[in-house]
């Protein structure tokens, strides 16, 4: 019987060894990189985010949203498109305060039979080929709904745009938009 013992290799010459590992933790400049790294997810949808109540459509409704929030501009009459949170394909918003467009809404109480607020006799304006129920809310923003459409789209402007020849300019735009991918409704 004839047993060998085994030969220890050559240990590698000192260029091709590795340094030893240090933790990122442990280097103060990595330190800060990582933080800034772990923070900016978290800056990026802080104020630049619009809050806005998404709605829920369902059926054609949807779809119909869907159709028009893939034509929204990037821009509405100088003022840039911002993000909104939660996200959502049925909200959109243009700068600061913003313009908020949210398609799929609820029938509006003035329009509702039963409804504490029903108008009969509520007027709508055209702009853009869409009818627009204006609305004054608590904060004297105006709120526009369409009527007449398969799905209603409700766009919010902010107190300081009103009386402004773009707001009106605004409105016809998203109602140009809303009368090319939300049809009209059946009677």
């Known amino acids: 019987m004839n047993f060998s013992l085994p030969v220890p290799s050559p240990a590698p010459p000192a260029s091709a060894r590795r340094p030893p590992r240090r933790s990122v933790a442990g280097r103060p400049a990595a330190r800060v990189l990582a933080a800034v790294c772990c923070l900016l997810p978290l800056a990026a949808c802080g104020s630049d985010r619009q809050q806005v109540a998404a709605p829920r459509p369902a059926g054609a409704a949807a779809r119909d949203c869907l159709a028009l929030h893939r034509v929204l501009p990037k821009s509405l ?6 993000t909104t949170s939660p996200s959502s394909d049925f909200t959109a918003a243009w700068g600061s305060p ?9 029938r509006p109480a003035l329009l509702t039979p039963g409804s504490a ?9 055209d702009l853009g080929g869409v009818n627009w129920l204006p609305q004054t809310t608590h904060q004297v923003d105006v ?3 369409t009527t007449g459409r398969q799905a209603y789209v409700e766009v919010t402007v902010p107190a300081q745009y009103t009386g402004k ?10 109602g140009t938009l809303v009368r090319k991918t939300v049809p009209a409704e059946l009677d």
Do not use: K, Q, W
């Open 77 to 82: 009459h100088g003022l840039t498109r911002r």
């Open 98 to 106: 913003a313009i908020v467009l949210r398609c799929g809404v609820p």
């Open 117 to 125: 607020g029903y108008d009969p006799n509520a007027e709508a304006a």
């Open 143 to 145: 709120l526009m709904t």
């Open 165 to 174: 020849a773009d707001s009106t300019d605004s409105l016809t735009t998203l």
